[in-house]
């Protein structure tokens, strides 16, 4: 795919595009734990590179996100990957194919109550 390519496709297909990524990475860094290790704890909490890796964001951007984190040596941070996803999965915006459902749904519900008024 060149760069005309990427140019054309809307951007909501980029986006869940990155969601479907972030999702099979945090599934595969739970798989690894779980599997992996003989200290599941250990595996479970993940430095800030690889939060950054996860969540697109700056490493910057990541200690100023109010996001729950551990400090052992109260300096290097460590996060927990079933509370950032917890964290990520927050304030879901619908899209559109169900705004508009809702939105019809809306319509018929509120016409209904009219017409039986009448």
């Not at 479970?44 to 700056?58: A, D, Y």
Request: proline residues 4%.
């Amino acid at each position: 795919m060149n760069k005309n390519d990427i140019e054309h496709i809307p951007i909501e297909e980029h986006l869940k595009a990155i969601r479907k990524e972030n999702a099979e990475i945090i599934s595969l860094l739970k798989e690894v734990s779980i599997s992996n290790s003989s200290f599941p704890l250990l595996t479970k909490m993940i430095p800030v590179k690889v939060v950054s890796e996860i969540t697109g964001w700056t490493v910057n951007t990541v200690l100023r996100k109010d996001l729950p984190k551990y400090k052992p040596d109260g300096k290097t941070a460590f996060y927990d990957i079933d509370e950032l996803e917890q964290y990520l999965r927050k304030n879901r915006v619908c899209s559109t194919d169900e705004i508009l459902c809702q939105a019809s749904d809306y319509i018929k519900n509120n016409l209904n109550k009219k017409i039986s008024k009448k």
